[in-house]
């Protein structure tokens, strides 16, 4: 039996004092849902899921209720999922639908493809029996307030990636996206490798920032790939964010989680919304 560990991020940009509460509050509560799961024998993937709907639920970071709006002051949603055995799914540019990262499992699941986008991705996520959400109510004060103020500062996506008890280990990342993006624009958060990945041959990470760096790098599949050459997650992680800096000047952060349940987090932003939780021990940061 492995020993269970989930690693979760909200976001790595200049988080404003006055948001720390509420941040780190989520992560927690992220963090608390998903080991619930792994400790009661539960799947990495569940645990992934649930952790991520809960960030996507909360109104607190860019994914989900309260992400950023686009250019058009529209909510527009990316997401992708991944298991350690390469099964994969994703949907981006998605409208009016607050959990893309279980319309992304649902691609995963119960389609031959991987990633599904725009008004696709919305008329399959209707014929999965997922609730449509008036976009009203995706959109929180704080967003409108700073869409009408213009200003584009902030990569709040979330993410999280797990190892349950059986070995298998599961990523995830859902966002909003970057603030007053064009209408349509994709990040790196539904590309496999990019913004997710996950191998059982090395393990699985999640990234959060400017996304059209994080693609250039393929981040996340690189992350894996450090992992195995480098001692620990941590300088895998620390390498993977030096590469980003040095090759396309991009900022943000990311997460990875070896297949031994090392854990190693990188940024290189003011701030990143963190934590982790293993049998000993549950931490959220900022
Ligand atoms: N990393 C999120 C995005 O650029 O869309």
């Not at 999965?128 to 995706?138: A, E, T, Y």
């Amino acid at each position: 039996m492995n020993k269970p560990v989930l690693v979760v991020h909200g976001g790595a940009w200049v988080v404003p004092s006055e948001e720390f509460d509420a941040h780190k509050k989520g992560l927690q509560d992220a963090l608390e849902i998903g080991m619930a799961i792994l400790k009661n024998n539960g799947s990495a993937l569940d645990a992934v899921e649930k952790a991520i709907a809960s960030m996507e639920n909360s109104g607190v970071f860019d994914a989900g209720i309260g992400a950023v709006l686009n250019d058009q002051g529209d909510v527009e949603l990316d997401a992708q999922i991944m298991k350690s055995n390469l099964e994969a799914g994703a949907v981006a540019a998605i409208r009016n639908y607050k959990n893309p990262i279980s319309i992304a499992r649902k691609v995963m699941e119960t389609t031959p493809h991987s990633l599904l986008v725009g008004d696709g991705a919305g008329e399959f996520a209707k014929k999965s029996g997922f609730s449509k959400i008036d976009m009203q109510r995706m959109i929180s004060k704080k967003e409108f307030d700073r869409f009408s103020q213009k200003k584009d500062e902030g990569f709040g996506t979330v993410g999280a990636v797990a190892l349950d008890l059986f070995g298998n280990m599961c990523a995830g990342t859902s966002t909003g996206g970057t603030r007053g993006k064009l209408h349509g624009r994709v990040g790196d958060s539904p590309l496999i490798g990019a913004g997710g990945y996950c191998d059982f041959e090395t393990g699985g990470a999640s990234a959060t920032g400017h996304g059209e760096s994080f693609m250039k790098i393929l981040a996340c599949k690189t992350a894996c790939d450090y992992l195995k050459i480098e001692k620990t997650a941590q300088l895998a992680a620390e390498n993977t964010i030096a590469l980003l800096e040095r090759r396309t000047s991009g900022k943000g952060g990311i997460i990875l989680l070896r297949k031994d349940g090392d854990i190693g987090i990188a940024f290189n932003t003011k701030n990143m919304a963190r934590g982790f939780a293993t049998n000993e021990k549950t931490e959220a940061m900022i």
